[in-house]
């Protein structure tokens, strides 16, 4: 192989390796404490979209006049963001006052490896010699039992003459 072809076969893979990268944005959802349930659902949806797309959202929470006297409500709004986007994200931040802003940050959870759970039974049966795997923990604990082969059944010789033309 010459060194021009090992450069670009390089290059190459590091290009398809750029193509599957993705970068991680900061999404920002916009509340407020007299919000509607529609609207905060609405809003919610959309952090949900920006979470399964694994960025993360930060979620902010602005006061204006009068209701700065309540920030509790504030919090209790962050609270029932949180309980909302439990089953997409985690709470990176806790939610913080800045000003007549309350702001928190979101962040997806852990993606799972379905894609990698497969590859790996298949090669573990191909070193084991097509051995079955036990599912589960306590299966794990006992030892596979492997089956007997089955018995080879002859046929009697006159049977056998009398099935051919």
């Known amino acids: 192989m010459d060194y021009g072809k090992f ?14 990268q993705h970068v991680q944005q900061l999404k920002e959802v916009k509340l407020r404490p007299k919000i509607d349930d529609h609207d905060f659902d609405f809003k ?8 399964a797309a694994r960025d993360k959202v930060k979620v902010t929470l602005t006061f204006r006049g009068r209701e700065m006297a309540h920030p509790e409500l504030g919090h209790q709004m962050m609270q029932r963001v949180i309980a909302d986007l439990a089953d997409v994200g985690s709470p990176e931040s806790i939610p913080r006052s800045e000003g007549r802003t309350l702001v928190m940050v979101v962040m997806p959870k852990p993606a799972k490896t379905g894609a990698a759970a497969p590859k790996a039974p298949a090669a573990n049966a ?5 051995a079955a795997k036990p599912a589960g923990p306590a299966a794990a604990a006992k030892p596979a039992a492997a089956k007997p082969p089955a018995p080879v059944v002859a046929k009697p010789a006159a049977a056998a003459e009398k099935s051919e033309p």
Do not use: M, P, V
């Open 44 to 51: 919610i949806q959309h952090a949900r979209e920006f979470l």
């Open 126 to 130: 191909a070193t084991n010699a097509g």
């Open 7 to 20: 450069k670009y076969e390089q290059s190459k893979r590091e290009r398809t390796a750029r193509k599957k």
